[in-house]
């Protein structure tokens, strides 16, 4: 089979169709012009680049221009040129006979496609481009807002351990204004301005412990987990304490206020006796601060292994929209002029969860709100010997104590317990610091050490820790400011049999006194 | 041809505005559509000076690339002065812009060269410091400019105009 023939030269018919077939392509103007760049012919179609025949002047000169600064001793192509009339174009300048020759070939439609693909190309690349921007800013702004995030709460946990530590410094003097009321309160002959005057102190006394109560379990919340402290609570102390603290402010504003207990006999329930009387006395003061005119009443009542307490008052009640409201910390639910801190009903919530409870209320603008509140016994969550150990090591002491020592840096709480101590026949030391303490308990062993927990130098805790660790039997009474569970497994472990916290509920410390009194 | 022309080239990374510097300066115009050049558009704009005598600049919009090619070197040639464009959103563009200026020194060792840092109305975008215009300014002009507003763009090219007739 034979193959294709080749020639060396086109045949000059073959030339002249190859010639026409780019001539129409290409649609080349052809433009003549002497030395002095007058043009002097043109060939082909002008209009095609935007020529005008009737302003070759202003065309020749744009021509020219693409020239400028170029030598102009030898030939010059430029490709794509973009003609006036927007067309694209290669251009060659050809120098002939003195003169030069403009060759203009149409390159439209090539320019066409390159811009396409360059087009295509480089917009993805500024997507892309942009896209990594936005990315990095991202990762940026996340970056920024971690580190925020850490910085409020770490500006959150200072805020929180600031009220912890103002809340828990309260709490010290408050213990010696209770405890001092209560010795003014019990002198019969007291005159009437004086009775009054104590009533004021009670109620400001009342508001500021509530306050610091409410303040030191909102810092708590956020700070720790929420232990519950079982312990065997005397409904009947609870109840006549409350009675006390809140009868004689809610008669001075002219409230009827009662509170009541039903108790089925048998076993004393366990629950957590300071979150349980956190949540009547906010409920309380509550219905107290709110309430104009009519009467506060509140039930306790323990049937079936739950307590069932309720405060009912006839005040100014809460709006069906403010419903939720109220239950958010520092939100008064529009009554900002009635005093309060907007933390109480946030806190009765929490505690009323913690517990296990179930709380619900009734409200009518005008007429009054109702609480009511279901808590269950929490027997199955306390270690039953260290809960019931407390109150039995108390029998254990009142058949045998006469003697105490008191170790408190506060000269007014210490002599307030030496008063209360006194007064129901004990033999009385006090000392300011564990190292005497420990010194005095080894010489000459009371039968009672009640100890404070922050003293100065050695605490208290470890003041009990040595006493413990070098044979002391006596009954140990522990005292703290703080009342957190962790605090109280801290003075147990230390060897304490009893741990209460400031301020003292001293009707409760007295009766106990007084038992131990009787039986001894 | 006339004596009181020049030759004056934009060069710079594509998307820097160099287009829309031209179509602000030339026509007072400005799309917000991205049409990448291919080859070169020419204009041309006579600028009155300050002596009274008139600068006519022939403006080469050369397509942009960040390197110096044969073909964008060919459109070089006999070029007075130089604009380089960056944007200032996108550093890498005037790193280019450097590029370009340093390449094109071998064709122009005596062109004049002014840079454009453009986009000046995104500038809470930018990416290039003021530092860095600081430490550019030391060895040779820079102008921040608007395509969009207008900012800065009469400015250059009359800086340009200035310097060739000087």
């Known amino acids: 089979m034979n193959g294709p023939s080749v020639n060396d030269r086109i045949s000059p018919e073959l030339e002249r169709q190859i010639g026409r077939l780019l001539f129409e392509k290409m649609q080349p103007l052809l433009l003549e012009f002497d030395r002095d760049w007058h043009l002097v012919n043109l060939h082909g179609d002008a209009a095609l680049f935007g020529f005008a025949p009737d302003d070759a002047a202003t065309s020749v000169q744009q021509l020219q221009d693409l020239f400028l600064g170029m030598p102009m001793e030898a030939a010059i192509d430029l490709a794509f040129v973009q003609m006036p009339n927007g067309r694209n174009a290669h251009v060659h300048l050809m120098l002939v006979d003195g003169g030069h020759q403009v060759l203009l070939i149409d390159a439209q439609g090539e320019h066409d496609r390159q811009q396409a693909q360059q087009q295509v190309g480089n917009e993805s690349f500024l997507i892309a481009q942009q896209k990594d921007k936005a990315v990095r800013q991202l990762r940026q702004i996340r970056s920024e807002l971690e580190s925020q995030r850490n910085r409020l709460q770490e500006a959150n946990a200072l805020k929180n351990a600031l009220i912890a530590t103002l809340s828990h410094d309260f709490r010290t003097p408050l213990a010696s204004i209770f405890g001092y009321l209560h010795l003014l309160e019990e002198e019969p002959d007291a005159p009437l301005e004086t009775r009054n005057s104590l009533r004021a102190l009670r109620r400001n006394a009342n508001y500021l412990f509530a306050l610091a109560e409410n303040l030191l379990e909102y810092a708590r919340s956020e700070t720790r987990s929420s232990l519950l402290a079982p312990v065997v609570t005397d409904l009947q102390m609870m109840v006549e304490d409350l009675d006390q603290m809140f009868r004689v402010q809610a008669e001075d504003v002219g409230l009827g206020f009662s509170i009541t207990l039903d108790q089925e006999p048998g076993e004393p329930p366990i629950l957590d006796e300071l979150r349980l009387r956190q949540i009547l006395v906010n409920l309380i003061a509550n219905a107290i601060r709110y309430t104009q005119s009519g009467s506060v009443r509140a039930s306790l009542a323990w049937r079936g292994g739950s307590l069932v307490l309720s405060v009912r008052d ?7 929209e403010a419903s939720e409201a109220v239950f958010v910390p520092f939100n008064r639910a529009g009554n900002a002029g009635n005093g309060g801190a907007g933390l109480g009903l946030s806190i009765v919530k929490r505690l009323v969860q913690q517990m296990l409870g179930t709380l619900e209320f009734e409200s009518k603008l005008g007429k009054g709100t109702c609480f009511r509140i279901e808590l269950p016994d929490l027997t199955h969550l306390v270690q039953k010997v260290d809960a019931r150990a407390e109150s039995e090591a108390g029998q254990m002491l009142a058949e045998r104590a006469s003697s105490v020592l008191i170790v408190d840096d506060d000269p007014d709480m210490s002599h307030l317990l030496g008063e209360i101590m006194a007064g129901v026949g004990f033999r009385v030391r006090v000392v300011a610091d564990a190292t005497r303490a420990v010194e005095q308990a080894l010489a000459d062993p009371p039968d009672i050490l009640l100890v404070d927990v922050e003293l100065p130098g050695l605490s208290g805790n ?21 009342p957190t569970e962790e605090a109280r497994k801290v003075a147990l472990n230390a060897g304490a049999n009893q741990f209460m916290t400031k301020p003292i509920n001293i009707e409760q410390f007295t009766r106990a006194m007084l038992r131990v009194r009787r039986l001894d | 041809m006339s004596t009181n022309a020049s030759k004056v080239c934009l060069l710079g990374d594509f998307g820097v505005g160099k287009t829309s510097l031209v179509a602000r300066y030339v026509r007072n115009t400005f799309s917000d559509s991205y049409l990448t050049t291919v080859g070169v558009k020419v204009d041309s704009k006579e600028v009155p000076l300050a002596d009274g ?55 122009l060792p005596d062109a004049h060269a002014i840079l454009l840092i453009n986009k000046l109305d995104l500038v809470d975008r930018w990416e290039v410091a003021p530092a860095t215009l600081v430490e550019l300014r030391k060895s040779m002009t820079v102008i921040e400019t608007s395509a969009r507003q207008g900012d800065g763009v009469e400015q250059a090219f009359r800086e340009m105009a200035t310097r060739l007739h000087a």
Not at chain 1, 315 to 320: C, F, H, T
Not at chain 1, 462 to 482: C, D, E, M, N, P
């Open chain 2, 53 to 107: 005598a008139v600068r006519k600049l022939v403006i080469w919009d050369i397509a942009g690339k960040s390197g110096l090619d044969a073909l964008n070197m060919s459109y070089l040639r006999g070029a007075s002065g130089l604009l380089l464009v960056a944007d200032g959103t996108r550093e890498a563009t005037l790193r280019s812009a450097v590029d370009l200026l340093l390449q094109s020194r071998s064709l």
């Open chain 1, 462 to 482: 470890t003041a009990v820790f040595r006493l413990r660790a070098k044979g002391y039997r006596g009954h140990v009474v522990t005292i703290s400011a703080t």
């Open chain 1, 314 to 320: 006839t005040g100014v009640g809460i709006a069906q």
